[in-house]
């Protein structure tokens, strides 16, 4: 069957991260990363000067966001990511839309995103932060030094994720007006490699990609990544260095109120004729 280039690539098996997820609520769960992210995002909430009526969280894993902005909105509805990735939202619905750590496991983002647009009223907002750019860099590194060099050759271990440019990109994409993203860069130390993997496991956030490795890792190649990790990212004190970078986005339905660019042309200066003008 020959592969449809419309449809996006199912990159993780959301049903396993469902299971991984709860699981990790049974093991008792690592939210620092989630509970740093709620509170940036009640602060960059603060300095929107509108009130919002109709909000929905979009996929937070838990009660992420519920719990700190009960103060400012009466209700937040949250809206689920199906393994289908549709979500039950009707048209113009919605004054304001937020995601918590939900998007980078997300098979068709633009489609979700465009989802989201469609769903917001004129002039309605969407706050969102996702995993992104370099995170876990590190043991992504460790894991594929250790496996080409016990096993000969590399498995997917950590998911790919997209980068600012990518996101703000999407967001364009999508019909957003004035679109921003940046990033905020976490570095959390652990004492080694299995302690950010029992962290990982405690996030719900071990690896649900569709083409990871299927069978147990051999402890052998588990001890060597350890090993290439505390070599290779370890501060003088011994402990390891694991990085997270958190791609913040927003955009706004499009709306007459907001500024909008120059028409091409309208300028009346030239920027040739500056250039070319002679300094006195």
Not at 76 to 83: A, G, M, N
Not at 130 to 143: A, Y
Not at 244 to 256: K, M, N, Q, R, Y
């Amino acid at each position: 069957m020959v592969p449809n280039p419309n449809t996006a690539p199912t990159l993780f098996d959301r049903a396993l991260l469902r299971a991984r997820q709860s699981r990790a609520l049974g093991l008792g769960p690592a939210t620092f990363l989630l509970d740093r992210v709620a509170e940036d995002l009640e602060e960059r909430l603060h300095a929107v000067l509108r009130d919002f009526a109709d909000v929905a969280d979009i996929g937070t894993p838990g009660e992420g966001l519920r719990a700190p902005l009960s103060e400012r909105f009466k209700s937040i509805t949250h809206v689920d990511l199906s393994e289908q990735e549709t979500l039950s939202l009707q048209p113009e619905s919605l004054d304001l839309a937020l995601s918590a750590l939900a998007f980078q496991f997300v098979n068709d983002l633009p489609g979700v995103l465009a989802q989201i647009r469609r769903a917001l009223k004129p002039d309605g907002l969407l706050l969102a932060a996702m995993i992104g750019g370099e995170t876990l860099t590190e043991l992504r590194q460790s894991f594929a030094a250790a496996e080409a060099e016990r096993e000969g050759g590399v498995s997917p271990r950590v998911a790919p994720f997209a980068d600012l440019r990518d996101v703000g990109s999407l967001l364009q994409r999508a019909g957003f007006a004035l679109p921003v993203t940046d990033v905020d860069r976490i570095v959390v130390r652990y004492d080694d490699a299995f302690a950010l993997m029992a962290d990982l496991r405690r996030m719900g956030a071990t690896n649900v990609l569709f083409e990871r490795r299927r069978t147990p890792t051999r402890r052998a190649t588990l001890l060597r990544m350890a090993q290439i990790y505390g070599e290779r990212f370890a501060d003088g004190d011994g402990r390891i260095r694991a990085t997270f970078d958190v791609i913040w986005l927003s955009g706004w339905a499009p709306h007459e109120s907001q500024q909008q660019p120059l028409r091409p042309g309208s300028a009346k200066a030239s920027l040739a004729e500056a250039v070319r003008r002679p300094r006195r």
